[in-house]
Every structure is written in C-alpha cells, then in structure tokens.
C-alpha cells in the first residue's frame, strides 16, 4: 500500500522507528530479569546462552511477533548468492487430530536445517549432501517483515555446512569483528587504555540506484534478465550539465523515498540521506553509522526494501552497477571505522592530531594493511558488474591508494624526519584549522584535518576511511571482512613489536615512521582519474588490476591464505570454494547476458530493422510510380542495408563463440572465464553492441522495439 501525504503527517519517528524489531528494549520487557541478564551477559563476553534461557527467548519472541500479526518465522541468512534466504515455518505445532498450539522453541531459535546442496558452494557440498545448519546471530536483533497482508518474523542467522565450513556472508565478517577487537585491544592496552574490553568496526554504506518507469522496464528484456542495457545509443543529453546532483527531487520520486524510509524506519534501519546522484534517474540514500554486522544485515534490507516499494510506485529500482552505458554507474561508500565497547572512535584525529599516538598508529596500521593486501581489497569489491563502473569518470579505477589529505600527510613527513623519543617536543608546522568567507553573517568554518577527494578508492574522511569501490549490487560482507581482517593482522605484527619494547611511546614513535617510510607509496592525494597517475602508480609498483577475473586470484595468493588462516577467518580450503564461486558466477553471468543479447537481436531487433527496411524499400517504389525523387530514400537504404549486413555478421559471430564456449572443454575455471571475458564480453557483445547502438540512431523511433535512452532515463 502506498504511503499517503496523511499518513505522513501522523508519523511520530520515535515510534515508527524499530517498531518491527525485537530489540533490547522490547527484550526487556518481554523477558525474565534472569534471562535478559544472560542475554546480555552472551552479547558482552561471547558466551553461550542456555537451552532455558533460548526457550524463553524464543517464546518471548513469538508472543511479540504474534501481537504484530505474524503467523510464520524464518531463519534470515546470506547465502554466497549476495541475496537473503529465507524459509518460512508457522508457529502452529498440532498436539492433536484438529487441535493446535503455537510454538517457538529454544532449538528452533538457535538452529535449523535448510537444504545446503542448492547455493554456491564452491565444491565444499556436493548435491547429494544436503544437510546445512543456519545459527541464530544473537548480536542481530530479529525483525518482522511485512509482505502486504503477512508478516514474517525474520531471524539473522549464520549459514554453514555440514562440517562447519562458511557457506554464507555472515559467518566470516563475524569471525573478522573478533579477530579485530581482540587484537585492537593488545594494542590500547599496550599503549595505556585499561578501560575499553572490546572493539568492533563500524559501517555506514551509502546505496546508489536508478528508478525508472516500470512500463518501459517491461519492455526491455535485458533489464529484466540481466539487470543492464546490453543495447542502447547515447541519449542527446546526459549528465553532462550536472543538474540532477543534488536537484530538486520530482515529486513521485519523493513520495517514493517517503515511503521507503517508512518501511526502513520499522526494521530498525537509521535511514539518514536521501538526494538525486549524478546521474539522470540516479539517487543514493544513507544511513547512520552502526555496528558493521548489523550495517550489513540493514543494507541487505535496504536492497530488498527499495526494489519491492518501487513496484508499488509504478518505477523499478535498478541496483547494477552499470545499467546505462555514457552515464554513471552505481556503487557504495563504504565509510569504515573502529570504535570501543565505551565509545572511543580511534580513528578520530582529535584536535593535535601530531600528538595523538593511538591514532596515528591505528592510522599507519591502515597504510600498511591496504599496501600488503591491496589485491584482497581489490577482489572484494569486483563483480562482472563492477567491471563496467571501476576506472571511468565516475568511480575510482581498480589501483588501489589511499588519500590522507595534506595535513595528515605533512605530519606523517614530519615524524619521519624525527628521533623516535622527540615526539612531544617536535613544532609541527599544521595547516589553518578555520575557514574565514569575509562574510560578516557567516561564522568561521571549523575545518577538517583533510578535504574529500571523490576520485580515490580508499580516502579519510575525518574520523573515518571511505571505501568507495564497493559494488553497488553486492553484500557489504566482504569489503568489511576484509579490512577487518588485515588489519587485525597488520595490529598483530605491531602488538608483538610493541610487547618487546621497554619504552611503549619511543617504540611506537618508531613503527610509525618505519611503516610510514615503508607504505607512503599506497598515498595519493592527487587525481585518480589522471592518466599520468597511472603511469605513476605502475612505477610505484601499485597492482591495477581490472576485472573480476584477474582479481580472483588474490584468494587463493598464498600470503592471503596465510593471513586469513591466521586470524582464523577462512581455512584454505573455504578459500579456494570462494574463488571456484567467484569464477563461476562471472562465468555465467556473462553466459547470460551474452544469450540475451541473442535472443534480443534476433527475436526482436532483427525484424525491427527488416520492417524499416520494408518501409523505405515501399516508399521508393511509391516515389518511382509517380516519378518522384527518390534519391533521399536511396542513400538512407543503402546505408541501413549496409550496416544491417555487419550487424547480422556481428550476431552470428557472437552465436559461434557462444556455441563453441558451450562444447570447448577448458584446463579449470580460470581459463574457462578468461574466454568468456576475451572472446565473449570484451570482444564478440561489444561489437555487436556497436553496430546495433548506431543502428538505433537511424531506425524510426516508433519501428525500434526497445525502450531507449531517453524514455528509460528521463520519463520518471
């Protein structure tokens, strides 16, 4: 149901928000004093709950879902697909012929059993072995989702195999958040923090996506299959004004997004930002920071929430990275950071950021991480999808850098020029920390230790780090387990220096100008998007690496098992199923798209061009009966006739190597998507592409049988 202007007006947030969600509060009044004690008590130190304590739960947890209208419950999990999975159960549990009660147990909170053999899992299950165990994540709060006129209660939960293996996006970021706190805390302790007892990242990913009028989506089988435009010419105008940044917002779009935060607002999600992105149809909305597996969790509910309120608005949500060509594509910011259980954000500079010790070795602990695993963090934010976005004018290329901004810089430069023990007693030269406009109305500007640079792929931006190449489509899991991973390990190497050391403070001053001097090749403050950064960042020795395919090697690089194993994240072979995952998704998303656009050339635009041809070749008929001049009608023939018999050799290439794709037998998965990426995608689909794309700009509008650029992008 659409959320009217009335109801808006009626909507106390307070209320609204986590109305749907069976949080502490809420567990409190529902529980026992013993049992929210032990809750808590589990949620704290990590310690197991009881069987008594989880029945009470899981009974708590009914009667509340009751009370919202549920009938049914679901373990809510992450399958490797980068979707959710559900499978629903009633509460009903007959006790006779025609009798019934409802019921949650303790064992069905915690655990259930879906069939394993269907999801992806890399060889780790075969598909006669079905069994799968989902676990209850205690840390996620459940939620009611509301399906019209049902109402599910949805239950976050961990997904893995048989024996033990991680089948899903959950299980690995949650080993990657322990493995962070406790070596987070090795080193606050090290450096004087007796107080803090845990840490965990924190996460605030903002999602871009296109809406546009769903009967156009309709007619547009390759949106409908593959998510992207496999055809379409260059519209007359694009983004190139800049005038949907940040513009006023169209009122159906508004009346859209004042539904989507409604529906977000009930789940507990803190959706902040809402505004139009670059470009046309494109928008972006963002949340508050929070836990990072609870931003996880939320943001898949984002994906969810913004497909399914579209419908009812009559627009689709578009979530690929690139579903237009000539225009922006869509990714997320994945703004990370690390906070203390009492509220310490240790990447917050402070107001001397010269003389904050903790964070400039958390800060040097960063360089380090990104420079010795920049091919981890590559292959965590690849996709087939994100292959099209990553390096043009509109996301950072596939090189790996950090930007600090010059005054994080220069203090770094400083300290590396300084004996280890003069830290306190170094002048450091610090750039104005104020902004005068000379505007007598307008107050002094506090500013921030650095500027923002849109073109990097990995940038500080105050208190936090942006990591802005993170696909658009894809679960924030793993760009999140990664970080958290290498830089526990990176904080292990430190902690063990530091642990060594009599004198704490001169032995930090010194890891912190070794690692600088070391790792200040990964800064770039400059301009990504520059071809002479290219060719600096090659005589650097920085990877740029460009597709999913190359990309995929990093999890199987010996270093990264090593590292992984060691902060016990993933074992090897959980590592090698997720590159054999990896390579056969993109092989057969291409195969996909590459038996669209076959199925679209010759069903549809294959006829579409022979009519037009008709109709030309009957007009010159018509114009020689009655001795007319038909030389206009000649050219524009004899150019569509043309460029039709390239656009029919172009097809029947494409279907050859689709065919021999089909029967060649290939060494492993890697050659099998080298193929499909060389001689399928970059070659065969891209030139059919070319000549259909100028084959639109001649047929007539009303004879061509696809929604184009214009209807797609400006008909909102």
């Known amino acids: ?141 459940a939620f009611i989702k509301e399906e019209q006129s049902t109402r599910v209660l949805c239950i976050p939960t961990a997904f893995c195999s048989y024996n033990g293996e991680a089948l899903d996006k959950k299980t690995p970021l949650l080993r990657s958040m322990d493995a962070l706190s406790q070596q987070v805390i090795r080193i606050l302790r090290l450096l004087g923090n007796t107080t803090s007892k845990r840490a965990f990242s924190t996460v605030g990913p903002e999602q871009e996506y296109f809406l546009i009028d769903r ?66 149809a494109q928008h972006e909305i963002a949340p508050n920071f929070e836990n990072a597996n609870i931003a996880v969790d939320h943001n898949q509910i984002v994906m969810e929430t913004l497909k399914k309120v579209a419908i009812r608005h009559g627009l689709v949500c578009l979530l690929h990275e690139k579903p237009f060509a000539y225009v922006n594509g869509s990714g997320k910011h994945n703004n990370w950071s690390i906070q203390t259980d009492d509220g310490i954000n240790l990447l917050d500079p402070g107001t001397t950021p010269h003389q904050n010790l903790q964070f400039l070795i958390f800060l040097v602990t960063i360089l380090k991480a990104v420079d010795d695993y920049a091919d981890l963090l590559r292959i965590s934010a690849a996709t087939p999808g994100n292959d099209h ?17 010059e005054m994080l810089t220069s203090i770094l430069e400083q300290i590396s020029n300084i004996d280890s023990n003069d830290l306190k007693n170094k002048n450091f030269t610090i750039s104005n920390t104020s902004l005068n406009l000379g505007i007598s109305t307008l107050a002094n500007l506090p500013r921030d230790t650095s500027d923002r640079n849109r073109t990097s792929p990995f940038a500080f931006t105050g208190n936090k780090f942006e990591f802005r190449m993170v696909p658009s489509t894809a679960s924030i899991s793993a760009a999140n387990f990664t970080l958290n991973s290498i830089i526990a390990d990176t904080l292990r190497i430190i902690a063990d220096q530091l642990e060594q050391a009599e004198n704490k403070e001169s032995k930090a001053v010194e890891i912190i100008k070794d690692i600088y001097k070391k790792h200040k090749r990964i800064i770039f403050n400059g301009n990504n998007y520059s071809e002479e950064w290219k060719e600096e960042a090659q005589r650097r020795g920085l990877p740029n690496i460009t597709n ?51 199925y679209i050339a010759q069903q549809m635009i294959l006829p579409a061009i022979n009519r037009y041809i008709n109709n030309i070749a009957v007009s010159i008929k018509n114009l020689k009966e009655v001795n007319g001049d038909f030389s206009v009608q000649e050219a524009i023939l004899k150019d569509i006739n043309q460029s039709f018999l390239i656009f029919y050799e172009k097809l029947q290439y494409l279907k050859d190597k689709v065919k021999e794709e089909s029967t060649r037998e290939f060494a492993d998965t890697y050659m099998h998507a080298t193929f499909l990426r060389d001689e399928i995608l970059n070659k065969a689909m891209r030139d059919l592409r070319t000549i259909t794309d100028f084959l639109e700009t001649r047929v007539e509008k009303e004879i061509w049988p696809l929604p184009d650029y214009v209807d797609l992008l400006f008909r909102v």
């Open 215 to 280: 009967k156009y989506y309709e007619k547009r089988p390759d949106l409908i299959i593959t998510g992207r435009t496999l055809f379409g010419a260059k519209p007359p105008k694009g983004q190139e004004l800049e005038d949907h940044y940040f513009g006023s917002i169209k009122e159906r779009i508004t009346s859209f997004m004042a539904e989507l935060d409604y529906e977000l607002w009930k789940m507990g999600v803190s959706a902040k930002t809402r505004h139009n992105e670059v470009a046309p």
């Open 548 to 598: 999913t395919v190359d990309a995929a090697k990093a999890i199987i690089a010996q270093k990264n098992i090593e590292m992984y194993e060691r902060v016990k994240v993933f074992s090897k072979k959980e590592l090698e199923a997720r590159y054999e995952i990896v390579l056969e998704n993109y092989i057969k998303t291409i195969k996909i798209e590459a038996n669209t656009m076959i």
């Open 389 to 405: 976005r990553l390096g043009a004018n509109e996301a950072p290329p596939a090189i790996i850098s950090i930007y600090l901004g």
């Open 1 to 141: 149901m659409i959320l009217t202007n009335s109801k808006i007006k009626k909507i106390k947030l307070e209320k609204i928000f986590g109305s749907n969600v069976f949080h502490i509060k809420k567990m409190k009044k529902y529980l026992s004093r013993n049992t929210f004690k032990a809750y808590l008590t589990s949620l704290a130190e990590g310690i197991p709950l009881s069987l008594e304590h989880a029945n009470e739960i899981a009974e708590a947890m009914k009667n509340w879902a009751q009370k919202k209208g549920a009938t049914h419950f679901t373990h809510w999990f992450q399958p490797m697909t980068g979707f959710t999975a559900e499978k629903h159960d009633s509460f009903l549990q007959p006790i006779a012929t025609g009798i019934a009660i409802t019921k949650l147990s303790g064992k069905q909170l915690i655990k259930g059993e879906p069939d394993a053999s269907s999801f992806p899992s890399g060889g780790l299950r075969s598909t006669f072995e079905a069994r799968g165990y989902t676990i209850w994540d205690i840390s996620s709060p």
